[in-house]
């Protein structure tokens, strides 16, 4: 099973920027279809973003399709998010997910997570 840590998250004003990284390690991380989502305090983890296995396709959530860029390194076992036009709504804890299953938004479909990391944009 692959072991993720995400990194790069932090306190930005809104219309700023932020990247998140994630790190696999313990298999090969094109091996999967990678994604992001994110859990606001009080409400159910969401799906914001994947990737495929070669990169070459993504697609988004609504929520952020036009800011948010999502984008994989397999040479280097990575994966990222470039967060652009921020908005206090995208304050959540985001995660990085392994899945097998493309152009799915269901958690369940991701079978490896990664702790999490807390992005806050303040008005």
């Known amino acids: 099973q692959v072991h993720l840590v995400e990194s790069g998250g932090g306190l930005v004003q809104a219309g700023g920027s932020l990247r998140l990284s994630c790190a696999a390690s313990?298999?090969?991380?094109?091996?999967?279809?990678m994604g992001w989502f994110r859990q606001a305090p009080g409400k159910e983890r969401e799906f914001v973003a994947a990737?495929?296995?070669?990169?070459?396709?993504?697609y988004y959530s609504d929520r952020v399709k036009g800011r948010f860029t999502i984008s994989r390194d397999n040479a280097k076992d990575t994966v990222s998010l470039q967060m652009n036009s921020l908005k206090p709504e995208d304050t959540a804890v985001y995660y990085c997910?392994?899945?097998?299953?493309?152009?799915?938004?269901?958690?369940?479909?991701?079978?490896?997570w990664g702790q999490g990391t807390q992005v806050t944009v303040s008005s």
């Open positions: 313990g298999r090969a991380l094109s091996t999967y279809v």
């Open positions: 997910a392994a899945g097998g299953r493309f152009y799915t938004r269901s958690t369940s479909d991701f079978g490896s």
């Open positions: 990737i495929s296995w070669s990169g070459g396709n993504t």
